[in-house]
């Protein structure tokens, strides 16, 4: 299990490993009841509780939601989610895509968003940040921490979604006639220009594709995605 914003210890921000299991929302019957299983494992061992855990149905889009309420356990088309309630716990997988925790002390607001490149260019952590400011927060008050993702050495893009990447050529690498795109340097490039101040932004630069310890979707291309679990929530 890995930590996230350890400076605060009213929250719980954390994110799975490959020893857990695969924690994805499957659409398979069996692989869900399995996964399911796993999840609820994960929950008791770190002492979440289950019932309050709200789970965002990911698109790879930039749809943002707020929970009012740990009623509803999982948010549809949905790539980020933003809530003050004290107890209930967000949650969103990945296997590449960056998980991205945001923090605004001084008013109590969490908020968990899924980075990959395509939400990335869509503006989802726009669109998470300005969701925080509507619900009274400050860009000032704002603590952010990226979670593992893959990294440029293994993040390949084929040409037909360099169009997608026309701001921001300067984190293209061209090798070997292949082109990488570095995604963490975007957004932390995206975070800074939103008004966040850099010494607020921690980021945990483990490469997904290089863990062995994590799942990498391009690197283990198995027939059913497995994936960890990001979860942020207010004790």
Known sequence: ??????????????????????????SD????????????????????DGGAVVSANL????????VT???TK???????LITTEKGA??????????????????????????AGWRGIVGDVL????????????????????LGPGINECHFEIKADALESFADYHEFITK????????????????LTGLGIKETNIENNETCTFEADNLFSFRRDKTPFVDAMIAIIGLK
């Open 1 to 26: 299990m890995l930590n996230f914003f350890e400076q605060f210890p009213e929250l719980t921000a954390i994110m799975s490993e490959k020893e857990d299991g695969s924690l994805r929302i499957a």
């Open 59 to 66: 698109v790879h889009g930039n749809h943002v939601e707020v």
């Open 175 to 190: 090798r070997d006639g292949k082109m990488f795109v570095d995604l963490k340097s975007i957004i932390k490039k995206q």
């Open 126 to 145: 726009k669109n998470t940040v300005d969701g925080i400011s509507s619900l009274g927060g400050n860009k000032n008050d704002l603590f952010v921490a």
């Open 89 to 114: 716990f967000l949650a969103i997988t990945i296997a590449d895509c960056v998980p991205v925790f945001f923090y605004e002390k001084e008013k109590g607001i969490v908020a968990l968003a899924h």
């Open 69 to 71: 309420d740990a009623e």
């Open 74 to 80: 999982i948010i549809t088309k949905t790539d980020a």
């Open 29 to 48: 019957e069996a692989i869900r009841r399995k996964n399911q299983k796993n999840r609820e494992l994960f929950f008791e061992k770190f002492g979440i």
